[in-house]
């Protein structure tokens, strides 16, 4: 068997002959992979977002680090509701903090007293006080002449007054504005608070009264200082009218006059008159008669140093619905009262108030009992003549369940005890600064029925009281002591 070389398939091709062949285009591709190295990449191209909003420059105030005044991130309303939990006291110094405190401070006053009267006519006093439901305008009515050291003072206003004024007689109508200014006043106070529901005024016409009437429906309380028959006439145009204050004739200060005429257009333009007081008002029974017939509603009624005339006393029975009268710095009741069966009574009193009053005439007193027969609680207060004999004509008064006696000097403890023992239904007493009724003169009938008493408030005798505090602490006796070497020194000297 002969053996013969293999010859090579001519279709089939080896590792060595491929790469001897393709060496030229391996060569290429490697060359290309060599340049894509050296040539940087290009940026990936980005994907397709919302475009981002402009920032607010309102959102640096929402992070508390970056605002000294933490208050500012607060809306009004709710400022205004955290200052108004607060107590009132502190509303001055509050309104110093800022501006905007200010502002606000001042939408919550309800109640202003008025000082300057160019404060309301400049219109400043709705941008600082926008809210305002009560305001007196008194004191700013009066002329004051602010560089005098003379101050002239009565109950309610104070003003300074030039000396030179005082060489004639003093006049206070000279001191206040004119009735036209007044007038111009109350209509700008009334289209800037149509709200209102009480004023006090002084030297208005009926005019002025009745623009304050158009604007302001809801006006409740009047309190009209310097008035007469003639500014009553605009009263009527009040509906809703519930609480009156009218201040005339005042001894020194001021000489108006309102007599039965204003008297009965009061009751027939008021006639939803709840309380009522008169100071320093003329008058008799027929304009007293005339407020109870037509004011049905009237359950107080105040009389201050009055100058009715004798016999109006009697009137007070046609107030059927009154429920408390209070005198106030009265000289005198009633001089002539008429006969008992001529007074009638208030059937539905129930309190009887008499503060500084003048109780030295017995017939007055007694005619006041009779016609106050029906009164459960009796207040007397710093009145002159209030004697044992004057205090037992309150016998008449027998269904007595609270009894206050206050500044009544001349009253005994014998005199207190005959009263209220005979009271079989006195509930509360109440007896302070009565220096001569004694503890040690208390019996023991009044003792049981302190003792009884549901309300007991026991202090007659105001020095026994200061004297027992000071007992044991070596004061009250220094004075005596000094006084005493005082008299020493001056015997040998005036021997």
């Known amino acids: 068997m002969s053996c013969s070389p293999q010859k090579p398939n001519p279709g089939r091709s080896s590792w060595s002959n491929l790469w001897f062949k393709n060496k030229k285009a391996l060569n290429n591709a490697l060359f290309n992979i060599h340049l894509q190295s050296l040539t940087p ?25 970056f605002v000294a005044n ?18 009132v006291s502190q509303r001055n110094s509050n309104s110093l903090v800022s501006k905007r405190w200010l502002n606000l401070q001042g939408r919550l006053f309800r109640s202003l007293k008025l000082l300057d009267w160019n404060f309301l006519l400049s219109g400043r006093i709705f941008t600082r006080f926008p809210n305002l439901t009560h305001v007196d305008l008194a004191q700013s009515c009066l002329l004051s002449s602010r560089n005098s050291g003379i101050l002239a003072t009565h109950k309610l206003v104070s003003f300074h007054i030039d000396p030179s004024v005082l060489q004639d007689a003093f006049d206070l ?26 004023v006090v005024i002084v030297n208005a016409s009926e005019m002025g009264l009745l623009s304050v009437a158009e604007e302001c429906p809801t006006l409740q309380e009047l309190e009209l200082h310097l008035c007469n028959d003639h500014v009553l006439r605009g009263i009527a145009a009040f509906g809703n009218l519930q609480i009156l204050k009218l201040i005339g004739n005042i001894d020194g200060f001021v000489g108006s006059l309102v007599s039965d005429i204003g008297l009965t257009i009061l009751g027939q333009g008021c006639k939803r008159l709840v309380r009522l007081e008169l100071s320093g008002c003329e008058g008799s029974y027929d304009g007293i008669k005339a407020i109870g017939q037509c004011c049905q509603m009237l ?24 429920k408390t009268l209070r005198f106030l710095s009265c000289k005198s009741i009633d001089h002539g009262a008429g006969l008992d069966e001529q007074l009638g009574s208030c059937t539905t009193l129930e309190r009887l108030h ?18 106050c027969q029906g009164v459960r609680e009796i207040v007397i207060q710093n009145c002159w ?5 004057m205090f037992s004509i309150a016998s008449i008064c027998r269904g007595i369940t609270f009894l206050s006696l206050e500044g009544c000097s001349m009253l005994t403890t014998k005199g207190l005890e005959s009263m209220i023992l005979s009271w079989k239904e006195l509930e509360s007493l109440r007896v302070v600064s009565c220096n001569l009724i004694k503890d040690s003169e208390v019996s023991p009938a009044l003792s049981t029925l302190f003792s009884a008493l549901k309300e007991l408030k026991w202090r007659p005798d105001s020095k026994s009281l200061v004297s027992a505090s000071l007992v044991g602490t070596g004061m009250g006796k220094r004075g005596g002591k000094f006084f005493k070497k005082m008299r020493d020194w001056k015997l040998p000297h005036d021997a």
């Not at 003048?358 to 006041?368: E, I, M």
């Not at 003549?385 to 004999?389: A, E, F, K, N, P």
């Open 41 to 65: 990449p290009p940026a990936p191209t980005p994907l397709p977002t919302t475009p981002t909003p402009p920032p607010n420059k309102t959102h640096v105030f929402d992070l508390p680090k």
């Open 299 to 322: 359950e107080e009624l105040t009389f201050c140093d009055h100058r009715m005339d004798e016999g109006w006393l009697m009137a007070l029975s046609y107030c059927e619905n009154l």
């Open 173 to 198: 109508e000279r001191f206040v504005l004119s009735v036209d200014e007044i007038d111009v006043g109350l209509r700008v106070l009334a289209s800037g608070y149509p709200n209102l529901r009480r």
């Open 354 to 371: 008499l503060e500084k009053c003048q109780l030295r005439d017995k017939p007055s007193a007694r005619a006041l009992c009779l016609v």
């Open 385 to 389: 003549g209030l004697d044992d004999h």
């Open 70 to 87: 933490k208050t500012s991130l607060l809306s009004d309303e709710l400022l205004l509701d955290i200052l108004s939990r607060l107590p």
